[in-house]
């Protein structure tokens, strides 16, 4: 993969990298919440092993994250972390068609969101690939979030056909 050339050599405004990267730490708490819940999931088991990888690509995401906030920023928004990771949590509760079972879309659903946070994550690493940030290595990064997306993107033709087909 090519390194990206900077955008400037500045570094950012504290305050308004904070406030940007504040937001993106707080999807990808609730990103890795979401990884772990599916990957410890028994309808999830035969996927585990992406499963992992993805959870593990968000861990690391979010550590840099926090690495970044502290070093560049104003800190780490942990209150908007607790709240996202209780909102995933919460987030399950949603009607689905289905009071007491599970909705056939479910995993479908799950498998869209967690795929939408990985790629928007990534995204973020690739924007800060064009700051003079040294203190993490946000092409490994991106490549970490991509390895995830590349393994869990397969999987989506497997579930159409429980998901949106009547049996």
């Known amino acids: 993969m090519t390194t990206t050339p900077l955008a400037t050599t500045t570094l950012p405004d504290p305050k308004l990298l904070s406030a940007w990267l504040a937001d993106h730490a707080t999807l990808g ?11 410890d999931a028994d309808r999830w ?11 593990q690509a968000l861990k690391a995401s979010q550590a840099d994250v926090h690495v970044v906030l502290e070093t560049y920023g104003t800190g780490t928004p942990t209150i908007r972390e607790a709240a996202a990771r209780l909102g995933e949590r919460v987030g399950r509760l949603k009607g689905n068609g289905h009071l007491v079972t599970e909705s056939p879309a479910t995993r479908l659903v799950e498998l869209h969101g967690l ?7 990534r995204d ?31 999987v989506r033709p497997t579930l159409v056909p429980e998901a949106l087909v009547e049996a």
Do not use: F, K, Y
Request: hydrophobic share 50%.
């Open 29 to 39: 708490a609730g990103a890795l919440e979401t990884a772990r819940r599916m990957r």
């Open 124 to 154: 973020v690493w690739r924007t800060l690939l064009l700051l003079p940030l040294d203190a993490v290595d946000a092409q490994a990064n991106v490549a970490r979030l991509q390895a995830g997306i590349e393994g869990l993107d397969d």
């Open 45 to 55: 088991s035969e996927h585990r092993p992406m499963l992992e990888r993805a959870a």
């Open 115 to 121: 795929l939408t946070c990985l790629r928007d994550l």
